[in-house]
């Protein structure tokens, strides 16, 4: 353990989970710019790490698995963010030191800023005593960003609104997936923009914006049943289409993950992120073996599991 995540006293360990969207439909844009969604999130186990503990500023240092290089250290970082919101809205008159650890992938459609957003908030409410409760913590989050409450809840949720409105799904037993890392992020506006355009373009792959969006009720049945071909046959993310239209190159990996024993590949969020669902745990390590066989990098993770929580 290296010294700046070793415990000290004084310091408080959150853990948060990085998400996929299992079910992602996109309405038309809305008048504020945003668009309506419906989401079935799953938290993952791919987590991000966050120390907090007492300082005169605000100061954060990320580090991780993963390249952080595109992550900021200053006023843009999410969880900075979440600490000065915290902060002001309790009244908090000192700051703190954020330690980030990242195992999600940067800009990759699997929400680790806004895990980290999560924990942020998770640690410095335990940190200052603030002792907010969750219907606080959530109406928070929802102010720092559309993912930010789902990483509060974890488990496996319903999201609509910006997909921030949430509803806990039953989900039984466990779903194991494959995630594939691709080194060059997606930038979700820029994601969303394609959407938008390809729909102009009334391109053929495309339909047009539902009303109304909605999960799709055959994906809840699954995950309350907990059956992964089910839920393969109904899974879907209307981002998929535009994601791949800016980076056409992930279709091969796509195809690859398909043949090779995964009931689908999904562009994960905004992408570009890829997430196989598999059959269970063995059917997974065979899908990892393969895919890291062909030089990419693959891992197991499994879900649901728990939002951000207080672990030290
Ligand atoms: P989402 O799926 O929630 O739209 P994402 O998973 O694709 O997001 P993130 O890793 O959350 O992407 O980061 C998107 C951008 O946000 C990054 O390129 C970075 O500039 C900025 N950012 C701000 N704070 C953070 C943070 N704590 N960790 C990572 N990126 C951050």
Redesign the pocket.
């Known amino acids: 353990m290296s010294g700046s995540t070793a415990w000290r006293p004084g310091r408080v360990h959150v853990r948060a989970p990085g998400k996929l969207n299992l079910f992602f439909e996109v309405g038309d844009v809305q008048p504020d710019g945003y668009h309506d969604v419906a989401s079935a999130y799953q938290a993952v186990s791919l987590h991000e790490d966050c120390w907090a503990e007492e300082a005169d500023d605000f100061t954060i240092s990320v580090t991780g698995a993963v390249d952080v290089s595109?992550?900021?250290s200053d006023d843009?970082?999410?969880?900075l963010r979440a600490a000065r919101l915290l902060a002001k809205e309790i009244g908090h008159r000192g700051g703190v030191h954020l330690d980030?650890v990242k195992q999600v992938p940067?800009?990759?459609?699997?929400?680790?800023?806004?895990a980290?957003a999560a924990a942020a908030l998770v640690a410095c409410d335990a940190l200052w005593n603030a002792d907010l409760g969750t219907a606080q913590l959530q109406r928070l989050a929802s102010r720092l960003g559309a993912?930010v409450p789902f990483a509060l809840m974890g488990g496996t949720a319903v999201g609509t609104g910006r997909g921030d409105q949430l509803s806990p799904a039953l989900a039984k037993g466990r779903f194991d997936w494959v995630i594939v890392p691709d080194a060059g992020?997606l930038s979700?506006p820029d994601v969303y923009g394609r959407l938008d355009e390809l729909r102009r373009r009334r391109n053929v792959d495309i339909a047009p914006p539902p009303r109304a969006p909605a999960v799709a009720p055959e994906v809840l049945q699954a995950l309350r049943a907990g059956d992964a071909s089910v839920l393969a046959e109904h899974a879907r993310n209307d981002l998929q289409v535009a994601a791949l239209s800016l980076r056409p190159d992930l279709r091969d990996t796509l195809e690859l993950g398909e043949r090779s024993g995964a009931l689908v590949g999904l562009v994960s969020?905004?992408g570009p992120t890829l997430a196989f669902l598999a059959a269970g745990p063995e059917d997974a390590l065979e899908l990892q073996v393969t895919l890291s066989a062909s030089g990419r990098t693959a891992l197991h993770v499994h879900g649901p599991v728990a939002g951000a929580r207080v672990i030290g």
Do not use: E, Y
């Open positions: 595109g992550v900021p843009r970082n999410l969880a980030i940067v800009a990759g459609g699997m929400g680790g800023g806004s980290d993912d992020g979700t969020g905004s």
